[in-house]
């Protein structure tokens, strides 16, 4: 080495790249994310190799799982030409798709009321009661919440014995047995149970905007709603957009459990919906391939869906994923 003259990067000369130089500052961030990147690998990524079973005639019993489904007999789309033809594809999609929006529409919007009505509250006593009443149904099983639901209306429910004390009907109504209720039904249950936890990150949103903002508005005479339409919702508006971009992405998926629970012979027409059509014949009737591709089709749209929105929102100028 030459007096004066530092040689000490020629060896490793990736170093002066700032990509590398990033990564290798922030070394203990990108340590922290491995046990994420294991995950999503081994348990959503993974296991799409099983989506070769929505090309091929597979059947369980030629051997092990890798065996009977590399040596199956290809089939191409014959499985979802199947689904398509179907008798069953337009009203499993009717029912998806209605009681998806339904649950979209009241939903997505009653987290934002809640988060904005939680801030107005000034008893903080109170505020934590409500918080804490809302948040519990989503840490509640769907084979709980199912049974309060039917429980509240059964012919003789306290939803049908107060009706009758209105004198709105004269005797109870069978609201699981009706099939044209069943889609509001699931739509307010979906809500009840996820309302107070999809609050939280609008009130973590809410908490973050500048108290200078409130306060110059005050000065210019705005009074409580006009804060609230003028400063607040519109500093709430790249939270929301990305929380509508990512809501509309799992339109066809509706769920399973709250579908296959609420659900019976009675209101099946209306209730059968992409997840339990598939569970139906993929499990009960061992028609795996058939299964998967209608899975895989509902997949696909859920992908279109995000990537339209997305690119909707970034041509509007407003916030978008990507």
Do not use: C
Request: charged share 15%; net charge positive.
């Amino acid at each position: 080495m030459e007096y004066g003259v530092d040689r000490s990067n020629e060896k490793t000369p990736f170093l002066k790249n700032p990509t590398i130089k990033k990564m290798v500052r922030q070394r203990y961030f990108y340590l922290l994310l491995i046990p994420g990147v294991v995950w999503a690998a081994l348990f959503a990524y993974a296991p799409m190799v099983g989506l070769y079973m929505a090309f091929v005639n597979y059947q369980p019993t030629l051997g092990n799982f890798w065996g009977s489904l590399f040596k199956a007999d290809f089939v191409g789309f014959q499985w979802f030409e199947h689904f398509f033809s179907g008798q069953d594809f337009l009203r499993v999609m009717r029912n998806t798709l209605v009681s998806s929006v339904l649950t979209l529409s009241i939903g997505f919007i009653l987290p934002i009321f809640i988060a904005i009505t939680l801030n107005e509250v000034r008893l903080n006593w109170f505020k934590r009661t409500v918080q804490t009443a809302s948040y519990l149904p989503f840490f509640i099983s769907w084979v709980v919440a199912s049974s309060i639901v039917i429980t509240l209306l059964s012919a003789e429910g306290p939803v049908n014995q107060l009706l009758m004390k209105i004198g709105v009907v004269e005797q109870g109504v069978l609201f699981m047995q009706a099939g044209k209720m069943f889609w509001i039904i699931i739509a307010l249950s979906n809500a009840w149970k996820d309302m107070g936890y999809n609050s939280i990150m609008y009130l973590a949103a809410i908490a973050a905007i500048p108290t200078e903002l409130f306060e110059a508005a005050k000065v210019d005479g705005a009074n409580r709603l006009k804060q609230i339409w003028h400063v607040l919702l519109p500093m709430l508006r790249p939270t929301i957009i990305i929380l509508l971009i990512l809501n509309i992405g799992n339109l066809m998926n509706t769920g399973f459990d709250q579908y296959f629970l609420l659900g019976n012979s009675l209101n099946r027409s209306y209730s059968d919906v992409i997840d339990t059509y598939a569970f139906r014949y993929g499990i009960q009737n061992g028609m795996f391939s058939y299964a998967a591709a209608v899975s895989m089709f509902k997949s696909v749209i859920a992908f279109i869906l995000v990537i339209t929105v997305n690119n909707i929102s970034k041509k509007m100028g407003q916030t978008h994923l990507f």
